[in-house]
């Protein structure tokens, strides 16, 4: 247990120590449900329908921008090479890594909520549920962000790449995510949906440590 | 000795040995080919002349004849490509390699064919050339996952290392593939439910289903054909990517 706090400890004090990359992103997500307005008009109530799907576009854009962030630091400075001598199975590290990156990308994410809220005309409930489903869906986003960073690690312009391969697996994610807000016209099902969207983060946290570890393990060769 | 020549003990290291997998499956071209054609002409007589037209849609349900053979491909391709990517990662099967490869454009090639026939079909007979239903949507996640596959293919400049990552990825991507196959059950929205393999047996009339059984093994041999002109094709782009960096060798040293 030891190796595994220690690298988590070790990844967020360095993102904190060099630099305001996680504050970039943040910036980053108020920006983009800042820019939607401008772009279907200020409609409050339009808006405030729109409000759930606006923050899971926004949420799953800053997702995909802070992916290559993952790996590809420790793979260029060698890190990797030493974290695969490691005691610690290589699929632990990596879900070290994935905890580490969820606190430091969509953490602060979801503590900027309540700005998006007011500017998209949220109510209270929404803005309750919103918090609550970002708050049980970002992991899977991580977690399958993760693969996609693994499986790219060594390509050169990889930053590319991985979201253009993890885009079509997160779909179910968004899907879920915004039903957990709000489920449009009929009867309300968000309990369910937030409760399949809880279910596919643990099955993807679970998961996708091992395929990243896999593909780290193959392409460090 | 050549490299056609070297010795081959048993089938497996002839599956395995790149240029014995060519010599012998150079051979099966030509009738797969023959069988190919033979099978279309077949099956695109009895579409187009000695099937009835459709009770409701009409003429239109010979768009049938191409949409479900190609839609079936859309996810056969993934299936060879998810068991290739286990011959990779398991046996590190070289051959492996270059089915996963060469099976990726084909896919989604038969994908993109299947959505365009079931976007020229869903309009006259649902009114409307796309909607966001369940069947529609995953195959559309379907085509997504082959074009990500054939970027990374793309992306790595050593072919050998890309194969392991990519095959990774392939089974990954493989969750996709009964999403699909239960989407017409767990969404029933618009695309009907499975129709020909039915416990109690297909809801169509034989003078429909026996067009598109043809119809189906016609592009399942093409898919063959080409699957394996693609797999020639990549060993010898292999094997003129390895004489070519011999070659630089030399010239450097």
Do not use: C
């Amino acid at each position: 247990m030891k190796p595994f706090a220690a690298i988590i400890a070790r990844d967020v004090r360095l993102a904190l120590r060099s630099g305001g990359d996680w504050l970039t992103l943040v910036l980053f997500f108020v920006m983009v449900g800042i820019v939607v307005p401008f772009a279907i008009g200020p409609d409050r109530e339009l808006l405030a329908r729109l409000s759930p799907g606006i923050v899971w576009i926004a949420a799953f854009l800053s997702s995909l921008l802070g992916l290559d962030r993952l790996f590809r630091a420790d793979h260029e400075d060698g890190t990797l090479l030493l974290l695969r001598a490691a005691d610690l199975p290589m699929s632990l590290v990596v879900l070290a890594k994935v905890i580490a990156h969820w606190l430091l990308t969509a953490l602060p994410l979801i503590a900027a909520t309540p700005l998006l809220a007011v500017m998209l005309a949220m109510d209270m409930a929404t803005f309750l549920k919103a918090v609550l489903s970002l708050l049980v869906g970002t992991p899977a986003l991580v977690a399958l962000g993760a693969v996609g960073a693994a499986v790219t690690v060594t390509i050169r312009r990889g930053g590319l790449i991985a979201p253009v391969l993890i885009l079509p697996l997160a779909i179910p994610v968004l899907i879920f995510g915004v039903g957990a807000i709000s489920t449009g016209p009929g009867p309300d099902q968000s309990g369910t949906a937030l409760l399949l969207l809880a279910a596919i983060s643990l099955i993807v946290a679970a998961l996708s440590p091992l395929a990243a570890a896999l593909a780290i393990n193959s392409s460090e060769d | 000795m050549s490299i056609e020549s070297a010795p081959g003990e048993n089938w497996w290291t002839r599956i395995a040995h790149p240029g014995q997998f060519v010599a012998w499956s150079r051979r099966l071209v030509l009738p797969l080919s023959i069988a190919t054609v033979l099978l279309f002409a077949l099956g695109l007589w009895f579409a187009f002349f000695n099937s009835p037209p459709d009770y409701q849609m009409g003429d239109t349900v010979r768009i049938m004849y191409v949409h479900v053979p190609t839609a079936w491909l859309s996810q056969f391709v993934y299936g060879v490509m998810a068991v290739s990517a286990i011959g990779t990662l398991v046996w590190r099967h070289p051959m492996a390699d270059v089915s996963m490869k060469a099976a990726a454009p084909l896919g989604a090639t038969f994908t993109a064919l299947a959505l365009y026939t079931g976007a020229l079909w869903g309009r006259p007979t649902w009114g409307t050339f796309w909607e966001w239903d369940g069947r529609m949507t995953s195959t559309l996640v379907l085509l997504l996952i082959y074009l990500g596959i054939i970027a990374l293919w793309r992306a790595f400049d050593d072919q050998l290392r890309a194969a392991r990552i990519v095959a990774i990825f392939t089974l990954v991507g493989a969750v996709n593939i009964p999403i699909i196959k239960f989407s017409v059950d767990w969404w029933a929205t618009l695309h009907q439910p499975a129709s020909v393999f039915r416990l109690d047996g297909p809801t169509m009339p034989p003078s429909i289903l026996t067009p598109l059984f043809i119809m189906v093994f016609a592009f399942t041999f093409l898919f063959l054909v080409l699957h394996l002109i693609g797999m020639h094709t990549e060993v010898r782009r292999r094997r003129v990517a390895s004489l070519e960096r011999r070659l630089a060798q030399k010239g450097a040293a």
